[in-house]
């Protein structure tokens, strides 16, 4: 048999190398967007979600605020919870302070747990269901015509690094415990005259007030933790719907 000429060789080798790139690429699931690639994609995830959204980004607009309505919409009624980590407004340049407040006031409508965090953080993340990653230099939530770029990643461990390098477990569990609370004076103020409403709101606040202590004590908000977490926010919804 002939031998193969050097370059033939190397042909098969760069041939070799896309086709491992390629099979990595797909066993990890790594995909680079721009600021035109992103949203549609990104969107798509947020849909798909079954349980959490956590979105991490420094700065918010009434435009980004607006153009996730529909989305947020349709997340709340599937008692999705979804967190958003923000700068505080004192840490806003003040000609924007306006638009920021309207913007958090969209949000908290929509059903989204606000959480502000100081120290002018810069970071830019979003984690759905602790299993898909999204980072890069893009701010979700105020980008309109920067040049970005933001990386989506399926894998479970690199969500679950970054939310720890970030510390969020702790603060996701003071976002679950301030949601609940809400959620249960809301129920009790409107079933106060109804006393079967009462008892049936009374059970199941005394259980969801154990989930929480478990939630809090463990600063990890387990699967377990936010699985059950949700049932009891379902039944405290369908509740107040019966009311």
């Known amino acids: 048999m002939k031998s193969q ?21 797909n066993l990890k699931k790594l995909d680079l967007y ?7 994609a990104f969107t798509k995830d947020l849909l798909n979600a079954n349980n959490e959204v956590v979105i991490y980004s420094p700065f918010v607009s009434k435009y980004r605020s ?3 309505t529909k989305t947020l919409i349709a997340l709340r009624r599937r008692n999705i919870a979804v967190f958003i980590f923000t700068r505080p407004l004192e840490e806003v340049d003040y000609l924007m302070r306006s638009e920021v407040e309207c913007a958090v006031k969209d949000y908290e409508t929509l059903g989204a747990c606000m959480i502000y965090l100081s ?23 105020s980008q309109r015509e920067s040049k970005e770029m933001m990386r989506r990643t399926a894998d ?3 969500a679950m690094q970054v939310m720890s390098h970030l510390g969020l477990n702790k603060k996701l569990a003071e976002g679950y415990k301030f949601q609940y609370e809400r ?3 809301s129920l009790v103020e409107n079933s106060k005259f109804n006393l079967g409403l009462k008892l049936m709101t ?6 969801g007030l154990v989930i929480m202590a478990v939630a809090w004590s463990i600063h990890t908000c387990s699967k377990v933790a936010i699985f ?13 719907f019966i009311i």
């Open 156 to 158: 479970e461990d690199l």
């Open 66 to 68: 607006e153009y996730f």
């Open 183 to 185: 959620l249960y004076r």
């Open 228 to 240: 059950l977490l949700k049932c009891i926010k379902s039944l405290m919804g369908l509740i107040r």
């Open 34 to 40: 721009d600021e035109k690639t992103f949203y549609r």
């Open 5 to 25: 000429s050097l370059a033939y060789k190397n042909y098969l080798r760069r041939r070799q190398n896309e086709i491992d790139a390629e099979r990595y690429r």
């Open 202 to 207: 009374f059970i199941v606040g005394v259980t």
């Open 119 to 141: 120290g002018l953080i810069h970071q830019k993340a979003a984690i759905i269901d602790r299993e898909i990653l999204w980072e890069g230099s893009l701010n979700i939530l």
